[in-house]
């Protein structure tokens, strides 16, 4: 299947900008996201599948391309990027440090399923569809990281116990 390349970002760069700027909240860095998006799907089309959706296609490479550039700026864009409501963390020194540790240990997998599920609010279907993978291992995945969140959160928790 043929793209024209031209269409494609007629088509879809508006969209794309609106994730982007969801997640960067930054109009001059979600135009330049949007740019960086594009480049990387045409330098990927030969590994697009022709059953998926060229939107949900987009919005993975858009949503993973924003995630890194957070990641690779600050940890504190990053938390806002993925919770809409952090005035209770910004408030709470001890929360804010514990947030920042368990995000910095995240995989960039896992920042994503993060973003879509907890932030988006995205069904596992739409999870599975956007990260091309089954909903059975998007539900493993999702379970695994909660466990893990859960784990995180009570170590810190633990550690904050003994040293008071």
């Known amino acids: 299947m043929a793209f024209d390349v031209g269409e494609l970002f007629e088509r879809y760069h508006g969209v794309v900008y609106r ?9 001059d860095d979600a135009a330049e996201a949007v740019q960086e998006v594009f480049v990387a799907a045409i330098s990927g089309l030969g590994r697009f599948r022709v059953r ?3 939107l949900t296609w987009l919005y993975a490479i858009a949503t993973r391309h924003c995630l890194q550039t957070l990641r ?7 938390k806002h990027a ?3 409501d952090v005035e209770e963390v910004r408030s709470d020194l001890a ?13 960039m997998e896992e920042l994503e399923l993060v973003t879509h599920a907890f932030r988006d609010g995205l069904t596992q279907d739409e999870i599975a569809e956007v990260m091309r993978q089954s ?9 695994r990281l909660t466990e893990k969140l859960q ?11 003994a040293a008071g």
């Open 95 to 107: 929360a804010r440090a514990d947030l920042d540790k368990v995000l910095s240990a995240l995989s």
């Open 82 to 84: 993925l919770f809409v």
């Open 19 to 27: 994730r982007c700027l969801a997640l960067l909240r930054h109009d």
């Open 52 to 54: 998926a959706a060229p």
């Open 151 to 161: 784990l995180s959160l009570e170590g810190e928790v633990d550690s904050l116990r």
């Open 135 to 143: 909903r059975k291992t998007v539900g493993k995945k999702l379970k």
């Open 72 to 78: 690779n700026t600050s940890a504190h864009q990053l």
